[in-house]
């Protein structure tokens, strides 16, 4: 059975080993072509990301965006857009990711391709509720569970119903206290509930902690303390077994907190105390401010005034870290934004010029055509000189391809040497070129190509000759490219 090369790097990231991952796209790309290396390359710019190479992963996703268009895939070019959007948000721009995602939306419905819509959109309602935007943000995450139902797997719903809930989450923290909040609270109460259950039953220990976790965060936002300390109680054991640190050091925070609102002020400082340990060693500056912050206070309820004179002096240290991690992350979005115009312009370039000559290709050739053609009411008129040459299979044959490559390149910088700024040398075939020429007459382009390419303008092509002639221009483009004369307009 064939086993998709993008599906093994993915099982290596779903395994928590992007390093084996990337070791591993390394490996098969230079074997792949076409979709299987559109989709290898999205799957290293996971890798890359997990890893924090943000820029070799936007260049590997831009890259498999790219190929994806060739090949009219479109359900690919939206898959390689999510991952570009999730480069933006691993370097704090969500605006970027969210500009990216809403592009990839009008892809995918324009396309009709409902899974793909929901994966958009699962991404792009993670990324409206991290901004904030919490009611469009919810929309987005309902319409994807409602299209992935039909094609998902159970973990992948179990993920989408994990965003939703947090999303839901912030919305809840962003409503002041009250009915509305209650509700929402209760709710959430039992939208975690469901999806424990459900992890439970599908053995995902991951999904478990997570889970309870959050109901014990809910608790704790809605005042309820004695409840939310017991779950944080029951989860930190298998939490610090599972590995996820600063997880652990988070939850230790939240449980220092409600114990600070029971008044069980010992308890606070020994569980804040462990959750800064654990931030320190591994975990965002942010989430260690607030830990210090709340050290500082069960230190100060416990008449440990030198302890939290101490931990506010960390506190400040740990600020003036941020503010350079800020500078820092803006920097980094600065680069991002470089590096993809750099990589815009130059497959921009590449789906206009053909890769052995550097001449134009077909496609700039026709929108060169088209803006000439515009130009005819001012009397502009252009021709264009075909060039074939002639036994030209015979030098391959004889010498082999790679100096039928070079016969060609140097027929196109002759080209170019006598090619006016606003002329355009193109390739169109194989050893097939043609020489546009702006505001000639067939009698003028004549003289104009004799010198470099002996043209003789009485002299039809086709026999042997390069040659220019008076033809009519074809109500279909390529047609002028299959006479092999100069079609004055």
């Known amino acids: 059975m064939h086993t998709v090369p993008g599906d093994r790097i993915r099982a290596l990231l779903d395994e928590q080993s992007p390093q084996q991952a990337l070791a591993l796209a390394q490996e098969l790309l230079p074997e792949l072509s076409g979709r299987e290396r559109a ?15 943000l820029q070799d992963g936007l260049r590997a996703a831009i890259q498999a965006r790219e190929l994806f268009i060739e090949l009219g895939d479109t359900e690919g070019r939206c898959q390689a857009m999510v991952q570009t959007a999730a480069i933006w948000r691993a370097a704090g721009s969500n605006v970027e990711a969210l500009r990216e995602l809403e592009q990839a939306e009008g892809l995918a419905r324009a396309a009709a391709e409902p899974q793909q819509l929901g994966i958009v959109l699962q991404a792009l309602g993670i990324t409206a509720s991290m901004l904030g935007h919490h009611k469009p943000a919810l929309q987005a995450l309902e319409e994807a569970l409602q299209l992935l139902r039909r094609s998902a797997s159970p973990r992948e719903l179990q993920a989408v119903r994990l965003s939703l809930l947090n999303a839901q989450g912030r919305y809840m923290h962003s409503l002041p206290k009250g009915a509305g909040r209650e509700r929402l609270g209760r709710a959430l109460l039992q939208g975690w509930e469901v999806l424990l259950r459900d992890a439970r039953a599908d053995h995902n220990q991951r999904l478990i902690l997570i889970a309870q976790g959050n109901r014990a965060i809910t608790l704790e936002a809605m005042g309820e303390y004695a409840a939310a300390c017991a779950l944080f109680e ?24 409600c114990q600070l609102q029971l008044r069980r002020f010992e308890a606070a400082r020994a569980s804040l105390e462990e959750s800064v340990a654990i931030l320190r060693a591994g975990g965002s500056l942010g989430d260690l401010a607030a830990s210090l912050e709340s050290l500082a206070l069960a230190r100060e309820h416990c008449a440990d005034l030198r302890g939290a004179l101490d931990a506010f002096k960390e506190l400040r240290g740990v600020d003036k870290r941020q503010t350079d991690e800020a500078a820092h992350q803006a920097l980094c979005q600065r680069e991002l934004t470089l590096e993809l115009a750099q990589l815009t312009n130059e497959w921009a370039k590449q789906a206009q010029q053909d890769a052995l000559t550097g001449l134009a290709n077909r496609r700039a050739l026709q929108a060169w055509e088209e803006a000439r053609w515009r130009e005819r009411d001012d009397g502009a008129g252009f021709a264009l000189v075909m060039v074939d040459l002639d036994h030209f299979k015979s030098v391959n044959d004889r010498f082999g391809h790679a100096v039928g490559d070079q016969v060609l390149q140097v027929v196109a910088e002759l080209m170019r040497a006598h090619s006016r700024a606003q002329d355009l040398p193109a390739r169109v075939g194989g050893e097939e070129l043609v020489l546009a020429l702006a505001q000639l007459q067939p009698e003028g382009a004549a003289r104009h190509c004799r010198p470099p390419l002996g043209a003789d303008p009485g002299r039809p092509a086709g026999d042997g000759q390069p040659g220019c002639g008076p033809c009519q221009r074809s109500a279909e483009p390529a047609r002028a490219h299959r006479t092999g004369r100069c079609a004055p307009v």
């Open 39 to 53: 989709d290898a390359l999205c799957a290293q710019a996971a890798a890359q990301r997990a890893l924090g190479q």
């Open 234 to 257: 029951e989860l930190l054991p298998p939490q610090r077994a599972s590995g996820l640190g600063p997880s652990a050091g988070n939850y230790l925070r939240d449980l220092g907190k």
